[in-house]
């Protein structure tokens, strides 16, 4: 499965649009919490635990989306497009959406 975020793939052309697919990942606000109790990892500013938890949910959403994607018989994703949303209660979860449409080449 070829996954891009442009609209093509050079010298591969879309033989049929199958349609828009989606994934998502909601991230609860207990991980961040968990995440900020443990400030030990944070290094230069940046938070390795932080960083993994979204990184996480990046690729649950993304493998959500691919595997749409297979059902319909798709060869790749173009267009993907990632989101980042808070949610709920002032703000209290993160959602991660990856969306793009599946394509036979």
Do not use: C, Q
């Amino acid at each position: 499965m070829i996954l891009t975020t442009t609209n093509s793939i050079e010298g591969k052309p879309a033989r049929e649009y199958l349609g828009l697919v989606t994934g998502e990942t909601i991230i609860g606000a207990n991980i961040f919490k968990d995440i900020f109790a443990s400030i030990r990892d944070v290094v230069g500013g940046r938070s390795g635990s932080y960083e993994r938890v979204l990184r996480e949910a990046k690729d649950t959403a993304i493998k959500e989306m691919t595997d749409e994607a297979l059902r319909l018989g798709a060869d790749a994703i173009i267009g993907i497009d990632l989101d980042y949303e808070t949610v709920g209660a002032h703000g209290g979860m993160l959602m991660v959406t990856a969306s793009g449409t599946a394509v036979r080449l």
